[in-house]
């Protein structure tokens, strides 16, 4: 029992020890290489070196598309969580309370008003994270809203969606 080794080499180690939060680095699918977070985020997703797209988050998206990066959320209806009683592997109140819990999101969809190049927008923008981007009951609902506030407030609207929805573009670029 030596104190040196005991007692001063472990508070030694603390004190060289630093907290560095896990989200610092991207490791590119691409190419293996190691990016700065922060630079890929300026660069709206996209690695610098590779050009590979990373997926983007919807609050990151409309962030990135209106001016000043500011924009109001609309909030989304309240529904019922399955009116169906659906079941496959797990219940489906289930698979949503935990996609909610994983993601911060209510729903598969996000809607924002704001300003694009001077003129107000309404734009939906769907998360794949959310159950791999499912449009439910709430989603239907909250474009509807969407197209509500579009047609009071007589802005221009976009939907941004992944490729296997072509029903929200037909609904929102007219």
Request: glycine share 8%; charged share 30%; with cysteine.
């Amino acid at each position: 029992m030596n104190w040196l080794t005991n007692v001063v080499r472990p508070k030694i180690r603390n004190i060289l020890r630093r907290e560095t939060p896990e989200n610092l680095w991207i490791k590119c699918p691409d190419s293996g290489q190691l990016v700065f977070y922060k630079d890929v985020e300026s660069n709206q997703f996209v690695i610098p070196g590779s050009n590979y797209h990373m997926r983007m988050g919807a609050a990151a998206r409309l962030k990135s598309i209106f001016d000043n990066e500011t924009w109001f959320d609309v909030a989304l209806p309240e529904v019922t969580a399955d009116p169906l009683k659906f079941r496959d592997e797990r219940r489906y109140a289930d698979r949503i309370k935990d996609a909610r819990a994983r993601t911060g999101l209510n729903d598969a969809i996000k809607i924002g008003y704001g300003k694009l190049e001077g003129a107000g927008t309404v734009i939906a923008v769907q998360d794949f994270d959310f159950m791999g981007g499912s449009l439910g009951m709430a989603a239907g609902e909250a474009i509807v809203r969407g197209l509500n506030l579009r047609s009071k407030r007589k802005p221009r609207s976009s939907c941004s969606r992944p490729p296997a929805a072509p029903a929200c573009r037909k609904a929102f670029c007219r």
